[in-house]
């Protein structure tokens, strides 16, 4: 009886490792390219409405996972999107020669959260991809 419970806590654990591998946080940001110094942005947002989008001079975040207001090159509202999959975004700003970081935001579905004292925190922020614009 005890081989067989072990044998059964073994399988459980098994499963939710594959499980929390095989899932990506999100919003994720999978790919940045850039036409004319406008960034051409690739990401998902799964149950979460898009934002955002920052670009900054450093890698650098705040608290709240935000690029620090003094290193923000580029902030841009998304506006409603309705995509489902893989969402396609355009910066309606160019950014002159230079290397830049780039994540994108996207709040909880009704905003119902779960923190309590962090500010602004029914937004979660994407990873960080580096982008050099020529």
């Known amino acids: 009886m005890r081989r067989a419970a072990n ?3 073994a399988v459980l654990a098994l499963m939710a490792t594959t499980a929390a591998v ?3 946080p ?3 940001l999978s790919t ?3 036409k ?3 960034l051409m942005l690739g990401f998902t947002a799964g149950d979460l409405t898009p934002a955002e989008v920052q670009v900054a001079s450093s890698a650098a975040k705040a608290p709240s996972g935000a690029f620090p207001t003094s290193h923000v090159k ?3 509202r998304m506006g409603v ?3 489902a999959g893989v969402i396609k975004w355009r910066t309606h ?3 002159p020669t230079g290397v830049y970081f780039v994540h994108v935001a996207a709040a909880l579905a009704g905003g119902v959260t779960s923190c309590v004292h962090a500010t602004n925190c029914v937004l979660r922020w994407s990873n960080i991809v580096k982008v050099d614009v020529p």
Do not use: D, K, R
Request: hydrophobic share 40%.
């Open 74 to 76: 580029l902030q841009e």
């Open 7 to 9: 044998i059964s806590a």
């Open 22 to 24: 095989g899932s990506t």
């Open 26 to 28: 999100q919003p994720h």
């Open 36 to 38: 004319s110094g406008h």
């Open 32 to 34: 940045v390219t850039v």
């Open 81 to 83: 999107l309705t995509q």
């Open 93 to 95: 700003a160019a950014l």
